[in-house]
């Protein structure tokens, strides 16, 4: 009866449904539309084949190919969107930073007059020669520096300093990538902060670590650690300082969180946040103890908590209180917008046993705008200033790229994205009407239905099956238009497969696509900045925006010069640049001003790239990377092989038939602007230069024959960028327009410059001779 019911729902369909073979049910009509009739597979429905030997059913066939279509198309995005280099980092990690839902933390330090005027690594033109970093640049603490064979790290945060003599300590959390809990770090300068060596853990218990506030009393060293998830905050004494550790005593039984200490006014002060205290509001809570010796005994403060509001105020602590002109200065952390989203500094206007009452005062510092692509661009929420025996500041500071739950907003945004393209899919495959076949699960419907009770495997008389068939029939209408209907067809194809590709690629962004930003590479440890330097002139302002705009948010780039060769100069403030913007105005119309020494600039590592080409960030860190392990080299992107008699200069494809190459085109090439520069710009190569002039081309053939004539070494290296635009194909600005005649052009200079210099680098050098594979 059953049965009976949902045919008569259908439209009044009649039929015997005993028969085990679709096309035996009489005024039925089997909805398999692809069959194939060797054995084992779905044949036509006139072929009487059993469902049990049916193996491909439509359904089946229409999911697989959409599989196969829709991976197809997040297989494009991914490699037109990913670095095929970006998971090298976690190879050189170890099993270290792994992606984790609190953060990529790590720590940079900063230095000034005093507190309130701190600058970080990069502007103090502190230079590492082992490492090329010219100068070093923050940060100088990440998780791949305090990953090792027997720790590997997520990320490290909540940095103390310790000065001891000559040599600077900072102890910190280090989230172990397997535990998952905080330990205590270790790390050693012996240069004033600029460069450090993780020395180990210093501290390792069975519970989370983290906020290690460090100190002296009494020729000891102490440690109080953040332990909240014992109850309690415990005291720790140095025994073989910096590595080996005891428990002295446990000061507080209450779970304290980010507990700070300092004296003033002849007693001891803690600052800190009890979020299980009844009442208390979770990062808006702070509490003060006091104490006559560090040692205790502790006693509460009358006015606890002395604040509990908005966690956006600067309740938390933030890092170690320090005394400034008499006052107590105390970070604290606003938690905002997410979780450590900056630091605020309050002034301690009055403390006592019983009154308690600070002021937010005014504290900043350079703060990068390039948002995901600086170490420090999202959030920042510590900071421990001390003052040097020379009178001047030091600080350290953790930051982090993401803000906190960055990893859970990707998964959910990205198992959405894949939810709705599964329903999408299924809504399709309905209106197209595929269905299967079974005894035990029959489809039925009108010629011509569409009919979505197949793609339900479920009784007939199931309820849930009867309202499929009341939806079919409500639907009807719907798909009898979409079939008499091109240009609805048409729209409605395009649709979705507009929000179909649509939500793959946001599915293959989230799952896959990382942080979403473009990170540098370090060199021994040490990370390093450089200028970029372009040349263009008023006829070219819009790449010049594109340009300034993409390349600044670049996580080395330091500053971006203009070289202005021609007509009115633009205001550096008309640009969208995350990093100063210098335009330098030229009298006169030369190529030669690309190599003109400046002063002004302040790295050695300079960035040649015309205005008109564009590559990833990604690209041009594994270049600065590349020229940082060889810096007597040019490195960049566009290999040329110069042979033949007479020389003859040719594309980039006569290299690689060649295998490979003797020059790097100076168009989009590191090079070490102050040797390089002085050396294009000494009196013995003004001959040279005209020829420049009279010709306006090859500059950067003449860097690649000075380069080369000044010494055996190898002078050149190619790095293979993912890809890169020429936007000078889309504007008539472009002196290499005319390929033939910019050919020829250099093909002059090449004899000209032979016979000036005597010697021509035709010393070829294969490609995929790097082990990272950067340059095949």
């Not at 297989?75 to 792994?98: H, I």
């Not at 839902?101 to 990069?122: K, R």
């Not at 590595?243 to 803690?270: C, H, S």
């Not at 979770?282 to 010796?293: A, C, F, I, M, Q």
Request: glycine share 8%; charged share 20%; aromatic share 12%.
């Amino acid at each position: 009866m059953k049965i009976d019911a949902a045919i008569s729902e259908m439209g009044g369909m009649r039929g015997n449904f005993s028969s085990p073979d679709c096309c035996d049910v009489p005024g039925t009509r089997c909805r398999c539309k692809w069959r194939w009739t060797n054995p084992g597979c779905c044949s036509k429905c006139h072929d009487k084949l059993r469902h049990g030997d049916c193996l491909l059913s439509s359904p089946f066939l229409f999911f697989l190919c959409s599989f196969a279509v829709f991976g197809g198309v997040g297989m494009l995005f991914a490699w037109l969107t990913f670095s095929p280099y970006q998971y090298q980092r976690l190879a050189v990690a170890g099993s270290g930073c792994q992606p984790d839902n609190e953060g990529s933390w790590a720590i940079g330090v900063f230095q000034g007059a005093s507190p309130f005027s701190l600058e970080p690594l990069e502007k103090l033109s502190v230079n590492n020669d082992a490492g090329s970093a010219w100068p070093v640049a923050n940060p100088v603490l990440t998780c791949a520096s305090a990953s090792d064979g027997n720790h590997a790290s997520n990320f490290v945060a909540d940095p103390f300093l310790y000065l001891r003599d000559e040599s600077m300590y900072i102890f910190y959390e280090t989230k172990n990538s397997v535990t998952m809990q905080g330990d205590i770090g270790v790390a050693e300068s012996l240069d004033q902060g600029a460069t450090w060596k993780t020395l180990g853990i210093a501290l390792d218990e069975p519970w989370h670590l983290s906020y290690p506030f460090v100190f002296d009393h009494d020729g000891q060293v102490y440690m109080m650690p953040e332990g909240s998830s014992q109850g309690d905050l415990r005291l720790y004494r140095a025994v073989q300082f910096p590595l080996q550790w005891t428990l002295e005593k446990v000061l507080i039984r209450k779970p304290l969180v980010d507990a700070a200490m300092v004296e003033y006014n002849g007693l001891f002060w803690i600052f800190a946040s009890n979020f299980q205290r009844f009442g208390s509001r979770k990062n808006g809570e702070l509490e003060v103890w006091y104490s006559s010796s560090p040692l205790g005994t502790w006693k509460q403060h009358r006015g606890n908590p002395v604040r509990n509001g908005d966690k956006s105020l600067g309740a938390r602590n933030a890092g170690r209180p320090f005394i400034y002109n008499g006052h107590i200065y105390r970070p604290g952390q606003d938690c905002g917008s997410t979780y450590g989203s900056r630091v605020k500094l309050f002034r301690v206007e009055t403390l006592t046993k019983d009154k308690f009452r600070e002021v937010e005062v005014s504290f900043s510092f350079e703060e990068s705008h390039k948002g995901r692509y600086a170490w420090n661009g999202v959030r920042h929420h510590h900071l421990d200033a001390q003052k040097l025996p020379s009178g001047n500041w030091i600080a350290v500071m953790d930051g982090d790229r993401v803000p906190s739950g960055d990893l859970s907003v990707r998964i959910y945004f990205g198992a959405a994205a894949l939810l709705f393209l599964v329903l999408l899919n299924v809504a399709v495959g309905w209106l197209l009407g595929f269905c299967v076949t079974s005894p035990k699960y029959m489809s039925l419907g009108k010629r011509g239905d569409a009919s979505l009770t197949s793609w339900i495997r479920v009784p007939l008389s199931s309820r849930l099956h009867r309202t499929v068939l009341r939806i079919n029939r409500d639907s009807l209408p719907f798909r009898n238009r979409l079939r008499s209907n091109l240009c609805f067809r048409l729209w409605l194809c395009f649709l979705v497969t507009t929000m179909c590709v649509a939500s793959i690629c946001v599915a293959v962004r989230c799952f896959f696509g990382g942080s979403g930003a473009d990170e540098p590479y370090p060199v021994q440890g040490v990370y390093s900045q450089f200028t970029m330097l372009t040349m263009t002139y008023d006829a070219r302002i819009w790449n010049l925006k594109m340009y300034i705009k993409h390349y600044s948010r670049c996580p080395s780039v330091q500053e971006i010069v203009v070289v202005w060769n021609h007509g009115t100069p633009p205001d550096p403030s008309d640009f969208d640049s995350a990093v100063p913007v210098r335009i330098r105005v030229e009298p006169t119309n030369s190529l030669n001003n690309r190599f003109k020494p400046d002063p002004l600039i302040k790295t050695r590592g300079v960035f040649e790239l015309d205005d008109d080409i564009m590559v990833t960030c990604d690209d041009v860190e594994r270049a600065f990377r590349s020229w940082r392990e060889k810096p007597g080299r040019i490195v960049g992107f566009y290999p040329r092989l110069i042979d033949g008699d007479p020389l003859e200069y040719r594309n980039e494809r006569h290299a690689r038939r060649g295998k490979g190459y003797n020059m790097i085109l100076t168009g989009a090439g590191f090079m070490d602007g102050q040797t390089a520069f002085e050396r294009y710009w000494s009196p013995d190569v003004e001959q040279a230069r005209a020829v420049v002039d009279e010709l306006f081309n090859c500059e950067d053939i003449l860097l690649n024959f000075l380069l080369a004539n000044g010494t055996t070494s190898r002078t050149v290296e190619y790095v293979h960028p993912s890809w890169a635009v020429d936007t000078s194909r889309f504007s008539g600005a472009a002196i290499s327009k005319d390929t033939k005649t910019h050919y020829d052009k250099r093909s002059q200079c090449l004899a000209r410059f032979a016979k000036l210099f005597g010697r021509v680098p035709v010393r070829k050098w294969e490609f995929g001779t790097r082990r990272d594979g950067w340059d095949h």
